[in-house]
């Protein structure tokens, strides 16, 4: 009786942690379209006075092998809701691996990312730093995920 309980629990957490990885999964794809947007479009990001995204995002920081940054966090994004999505269907530990080795890249790099814009650009992007907690977040999740499937 207790170990039902306690495996109802336990599926009824991993849901919740799948779909929150999920619903900030599609956050952060909405982030990242929209720096892609304004990369692609020279258009002024919508900062509402704080910090300066132009000098941000139009650093030699915002670019990695010629391709914007925006670009790759929104493919990262949307692998980890198409991996995130899988875990959960197929209960897929290895797609399970994979969001959790895919937002522990990300977060990784955007720390460096964030260390960039502090102490060598010297300026806050809000719409990069929103990014870097939301797959912070996902790497919390995911981890979460990873203890409890073993």
Do not use: H
Request: hydrophobic share 50%; charged share 10%; proline share 1%.
């Amino acid at each position: 009786m207790v170990q039902q309980r306690l495996a109802k629990t336990t599926q009824r957490t991993s849901s919740y942690s799948l779909k929150a990885v999920q619903a900030l999964s599609v956050g952060g794809a909405l982030v990242s379209a929209y720096l892609a947007y304004i990369r692609f479009t020279s258009q002024a990001a919508y900062c509402a006075g704080i910090g300066d995204c132009e000098l941000v995002n139009s650093s030699r920081y915002s670019e990695v092998l010629g391709v914007p940054v925006a670009v790759l966090g929104l493919a990262m994004y949307l692998a980890l809701l198409f991996l995130s999505t899988a875990s959960g269907l197929f209960r897929s530990n290895l797609a399970l691996l994979g969001v959790f080795s895919l937002s522990l890249t990300g977060a990784a790099y955007s720390a460096y990312l964030t260390y960039a814009e502090v102490y060598l650009i010297g300026a806050i992007c809000p719409w990069c730093i929103a990014s870097a907690i939301i797959v912070t977040a996902i790497l919390a999740f995911s981890m979460k995920e990873v203890l409890s499937a073993r």
